[in-house]
Structures are given as structure tokens and as C-alpha cells.
């Protein structure tokens, strides 16, 4: 099986945060990876959903529990656009996973502003992958929202 | 119409926790009222539901939002049986809820031992009510869960 890159999946969550876009949901896409393999794909549905909890993550991380039949991702990897919040860092702790890679920060409500030891002390955090084609995207929704 | 108590609000949560009990789930139950009605009742379902995020207060927010039709709670109170954790402080943040009762302190994953700013500006904190008996029943599965 071909080893699929970081930059793939996070493209995929890239095309996830274009969904959003198009269906007018602030632009936030996330893929979980489970051995090279995407088991969940979402994007941000508070709108749709109108639930303030229906971040791109949440929807994600209960989707490849799901798909797993596992509360625990250990062996998961989360490809987010933009850095969690502290609601979907909190998800991330207690599904325990694996690794979290997310494109652009976010200096307003960002989980690393708060402090860092919201996240697991297993879960390897990386980010800036893809951060200004997501930066890019979130402007673009905001300016369109503005006008 | 009768004005109801924050006392019988957080018995009520005490029901829900209770029935968690009765179904091998970590004891925790939540409700939220609205103008004097209850308008989502929850209890935690991690373990049923194999999704780590399905703690009693997603459940009750998402459920309030959907009762509402609003993913805004500002005029609504939760009452929950335990101090919410990090990512259910996080859900409370975003759906902006007005009030926010807690009965048993959380020492190892209350949000107020991280950071009071993880709450909502103008949401109100109480907590303590029926903290006791609170304590008991997660004291008495956790006890049962040893055996």
C-alpha cells in the first residue's frame, strides 16, 4: 500500500474546510487518519446543525470512534485547518489520540493560548502544514460574512 | 406558573447521574433549564455511545440547542452533577450559556483548575448544591467498578 504524506490528508481536510465554505459554515475541515488510512472526514456544521458543538473535530473524533468501535484513537492522527479550540482539545484528551497536525493557528481562541497541557501528554501536537491556504479560506469567509 | 428551585433543577441532574449508575457509565448527569423548564436532560453515555466526547453536558447542550432551535443558550441554566471537564467548559463558552451550577468539584479534570477564563465571560458559575451526595454515588462506582 502506497504510504499516503501528511500534506495528502491534510489536503483532504483542506477540501473539507471548502465544503464548509460553500455551505456557509466558517470554513474548518478535519480528516482522521487510522494507519494511513482517512476513517473520518467533517466539517464545521454549527449553522446547520445549530449546535454551538459542531466543530469540524467533534464531528470527526465521534465519527472514528464510530468507524473504529473504539472511544480511544491512540492510533489515530487528527489533520485539522486550523488550530482547536479548547472544547475539541478537551475531545482530543479524552479520545486519547495519537497525533494532532493543524494548519493555521488560531491567536483568538486557539487551545495553545490557554495552556498547553490541555492536550494528553501522549498526543504529539505539529502544526503549519497547508497554515496559509487555511489562513487564505478563513479570510476570504469573514470578508464575504462582512459584506 | 410555580417557580422551581436550583434545588430541584440539580435533583433532577441527580436523576440522570443515576441512571448513568444503573448503566455502568461514570455517574454524571446534567440538565438545562429554560425560564423556569427543564429543556434537555442528559447523562453521561461514553461508554454506551464508545465516544469519549459524549459526556452529559454535550449531550444536554446539543439537545437544548435542538429544543431551542438556537445554538445560542444565553437564557438558559445547566445544572450538572460534577464540575464540567476542560471540553464541556469549552461547549459551555460556545453555545454562551447564562448560568452554570456544578454539585462535586472535579480536583483532577475541573476546568477551574486549568483556567476560570475557559468559561464564557458572561456566564455565571455557581457550584457546591447537593455536592455531597454527588461525591457518594462517583465514590460508590468507582468502588463497584474496582471489584
Not at 52 to 57: D, N, P, S
Not at 122 to 145: C, I, N, P, R, W
Request: aromatic share 8%; glycine share 4%.
Amino acid at each position: 500500500m502506497e504510504l499516503l504524506t501528511d500534506e495528502f490528508f491534510m489536503n483532504e481536510a483542506m477540501k473539507m474546510a471548502k465544503m464548509a465554505f460553500e455551505d456557509d459554515e466558517i470554513p474548518v475541515g478535519a480528516v482522521v487518519v487510522c494507519r494511513n488510512r482517512i476513517i473520518a472526514k467533517a466539517y464545521n456544521q454549527t449553522e446547520k446543525l445549530t449546535d454551538a458543538t459542531a466543530h469540524a473535530e467533534m464531528l470527526a473524533i465521534t465519527s472514528a470512534a464510530n468507524a473504529l468501535g473504539s472511544k480511544y484513537l491512540n492510533e489515530c492522527k487528527l489533520y485539522v485547518t486550523l488550530e482547536p479550540c479548547v472544547m475539541c482539545a478537551g475531545a482530543s484528551y479524552w479520545s486519547q489520540l495519537g497525533e494532532i497536525h493543524y494548519a493555521a493557528s488560531d491567536p483568538s481562541r486557539g487551545f495553545s493560548r490557554v495552556a498547553e497541557r490541555l492536550i494528553h501528554p501522549k498526543t504529539k501536537v505539529k502544526s503549519g502544514l497547508m497554515s496559509d491556504e487555511s489562513k487564505q479560506l478563513l479570510d476570504e469567509f469573514f470578508k464575504k460574512l462582512r459584506k
